[in-house]
Antibody, heavy 122, light 115 residues
Framework: EMQLVESGGGLVQPGRSLRLSCAAS????????MHWVRHAPGKGLEWVSL????????MYADSVKGRFTISRDNAKNSLYLQMNSLRAEDTALYYC???????????????WGQGTPVTVSS | DIVMTQSPDSLAVSLGERATINCKSS????????????LAWYQQKPGQPPKLLIF???TRQSGVPDRFSGSGSGTDFTLTISGLQAEDVAVYYC???????????FGQGTKVEIK
């Protein structure tokens, strides 16, 4: 069974950092691009970042560019999101999401984790 | 950026009746080289992550009941639930995966309830 399990969320003060992790199982992790998508309270879904299967292609939403860094370790079947200079508006449930393609182009997102909550507040 | 706008924001439908959700993109998401619309629909039930229902505007994901169908092309799309079941109560999102550089944007969501 395909599983994505996020961890690392929590309460953090504005300006501080947090690192999210996602452990993947039940599929060949290094065959697929991966994403982070977030869902803020009372708002819609917002795509955050993409990393291709071999890490050669990385993309960010404008709202997090320069502050967040996505990475993956295929040997460990793991995806990461390093979040620096956190702001109140980064408060959300963060989902680890599998793409249906290697490069993240032309295919949708077919499997989502349960999410890990991030709260940025003083 | 491509903006996705769904209508209505919410709707209440009687069990067994049809539910129709519309999604409009601010520019075409039809990829001319393969004639595919880069448009997907997701279902999110309370307390659960989103689930992929439909992609390329009309291709049903494996395991999705055939009462769910997608249609449309270019900038205007529709998700239809034919014969609403109690387990279909959820928020439904459309999403485009067309724009270059890649930028996956979602509609604001449509809440479907039982009348």
């Amino acid at each position: 069974e395909m599983q994505l399990v996020e961890s690392g969320g929590g309460l953090v003060q504005p300006g501080r950092s947090l690192r999210l992790s996602c452990a993947a199982s039940g599929f060949t992790f290094d065959d697929y691009a991966m994403h982070w998508v977030r869902h803020a309270p009372g708002k819609g879904l917002e795509w955050v970042s993409l990393i291709s299967w071999n890490s050669n292609s990385i993309m960010y939403a404008d709202s997090v560019k320069g502050r967040f860094t996505i990475s993956r370790d295929n040997a460990k079947n793991s995806l990461y999101l390093q979040m620096n200079s956190l702001r109140a508006e980064d408060t959300a449930l963060y989902y680890c999401v599998k793409d249906m393609s290697r490069g993240g182009s032309g295919w949708p997102l077919d499997h989502w984790g349960q999410g890990t909550p991030v709260t940025v507040s003083s | 950026d491509i903006v996705m706008t769904q209508s209505p924001d919410s709707l209440a439908v009687s069990l067994g009746e049809r539910a129709t959700i519309n999604c409009k993109s601010s520019q075409s998401v039809l990829y001319s080289s393969n004639n595919k619309n880069y448009l997907a629909w997701y279902q999110q039930k309370p307390g659960q992550p989103p689930k992929l229902l439909i992609f390329w505007a009309s291709t049903r994901q494996s395991g999705v009941p055939d009462r769910f169908s997608g249609s449309g092309s270019g900038t205007d799309f529709t998700l239809t639930i034919s014969g609403l079941q109690a387990e279909d109560v959820a928020v439904y999102y459309c999403q485009q995966f067309y724009s270059s550089p890649p930028m996956w944007t979602f509609g604001q969501g449509t809440k479907v309830e039982i009348k």
